[in-house]
């Protein structure tokens, strides 16, 4: 039970990798907090959970705005009396160049994964402080925060500033025993990482393979047990780190 008597925020915990990692967290232990904009998804996770002996509540959380991230930070305060660990998981995609990309699409993606990521950190991390008893933020960036990913302009800038955002965040908070590390997956089978490649030819599905050392795709689960090791006290001398989860992919 590593994370035993842990209180973990993770958004975008309706799906995907945030599902995975809720029900993992849980497993070891911990009381989750599912914020996710999808309130329904949010719901049936949360209660899920509950119906399998676990603590999880939801609340319906849109990152980009102050507001919504206070209130959900309040509810886990008002429902579980602590903060330890934050996922900032939440996220979306988008895809053109920047000639290409309009106005709208480029303010939402860096609205939701880095402003998201800096509103429940300015949030959840004085709840950490206060409760004296250290803490971990795990942020999401990708490999397409490493290395140029074809006409993903915006979703390659936000998750490379995600990647220094959470080296920032590490320097300012260490003094409180607050650790600060993010994580970089390759494709991932959630069902987002399904959809993008259901339409591939043999030939195309055959390329992006080959693409990756490990010739395939990542399970979510490994994406999650690469985010318990970082929440855990197994990952307490890491902080200001970015764990790459990619099958060798930035490896070639």
């Not at 002996?53 to 429902?79: C, I, P, Y």
């Not at 600060?180 to 490649?197: D, F, Q, S, W």
């Not at 055959?206 to 990756?212: D, E, H, I, P």
């Amino acid at each position: 039970m590593r994370l035993s008597n842990k209180v973990a925020i993770i958004t975008g915990g309706g799906a995907g990798i945030g599902k995975t990692t809720a029900e993992l967290f849980v497993s070891e232990g911990a009381a989750v907090m599912i914020a996710d904009v999808n309130i329904s998804a949010a719901q049936k996770i949360a209660e899920s959970l509950q119906a399998g002996g676990g603590q999880a509540a939801w609340a319906k959380t849109d990152v980009s705005s102050g507001s919504s991230v206070e209130a959900m930070v309040q509810a886990t305060l008002n429902r579980f009396g602590r903060v330890d660990i934050l996922f900032n998981n939440a996220g979306v995609e988008g895809f053109g160049t920047v000639v290409d990309t309009d106005e709208a699409t480029w303010e939402r993606i860096f609205a939701v994964h880095v402003r998201g990521a800096y509103l429940c950190s300015k949030y959840a991390i004085p709840a950490m402080i206060d409760g004296e008893h250290g803490g971990a933020v795990i942020n999401v960036s990708s490999v397409a925060g490493l290395i140029g990913i074809p006409k993903m302009a915006a979703y390659c800038a936000a998750k490379g500033a995600i990647i220094s955002l959470t080296r920032a965040m590490a320097v300012d908070f260490a003094s409180y025993g607050i650790r600060v590390n993010c994580i970089a997956p390759g494709t991932t089978m959630t069902e987002l990482g399904k959809r993008l490649i259901e339409n591939d030819t043999p030939e195309k599905l055959a390329m992006r393979l080959s693409r990756y050392p490990l010739n395939r795709f990542a399970e979510p689960n490994e994406i999650a047990r690469g985010v318990l090791f970082l929440a855990s006290d197994e990952g307490s001398y890491a902080t200001g780190m970015c764990l790459t989860l990619d099958g060798g992919l930035t490896a070639v």
